[in-house]
């Protein structure tokens, strides 16, 4: 491979990546931010990242996590840790359990191939500044390496 065409790849894989963890917004004023996890696994250790500008701090937000999973996730459940932290000192950590299933292979949410399922966080969220929010999901401690999880979306809805 030439220097020039790995200069290019490289640039190519940064531009996705940037563009990958970016959150976009609606006419609504919902904003989404969306994680994949290569190969559907999910690694212990491992954080996943989304990040939000608020602009306005009066409003609450409701956060609401999307899963995609595929049938080769081995658990009715998804156990997670959910930190919200702002730059100017904001923190906020919830333990998030997220039932995925009522059975083995009697999956509650949408989908044939891929199954999506919506859930809304506990309490809307009020930031206390215009800041950029970052939220960060985590396997907690000790988990394995989780397969069959192929993408995580986090939005952000306006309450109002």
């Known amino acids: 491979m030439s220097r ?3 200069e290019v790849t490289a640039l190519i894989g940064g531009l996705m990546l940037l563009l990958g963890g970016a ?3 609606s006419a609504d004023g919902n904003l989404q931010s969306v ?3 290569p190969s559907a696994q999910w690694c212990a250790g491992d954080t996943l990242t989304y990040q939000f500008l608020i602009a306005d701090p009066r409003t609450a937000y409701r956060v609401t996590l999307l899963t995609r999973h595929n049938h080769r996730y081995p658990y009715t459940t998804l156990d997670l ?3 919200l932290s702002t730059p100017s000192g904001y923190r906020r950590q919830q333990a998030l359990h997220l039932p995925l299933a009522d059975r083995p292979g009697h999956w509650q949410g949408s989908g044939v191939g891929l199954i999506q399922t ?3 966080a506990d309490a809307p969220v009020r930031f ?3 800041d950029l929010c970052r939220i960060q999901l985590a396997l907690p401690a000790p ?7 192929e993408s995580i ?6 309450v109002p």
Not at 153 to 158: D, H
């Open 35 to 37: 994680c994949s996890l």
């Open 128 to 130: 206390p500044h215009s």
């Open 23 to 25: 959150a976009c917004s």
């Open 153 to 158: 979306a986090v939005q952000l809805t306006p």
């Open 81 to 83: 840790q959910m930190i």
């Open 118 to 120: 919506a859930f809304a």
């Open 4 to 6: 020039i065409s790995r």
């Open 143 to 149: 988990t394995d390496t989780l397969v069959g999880i």
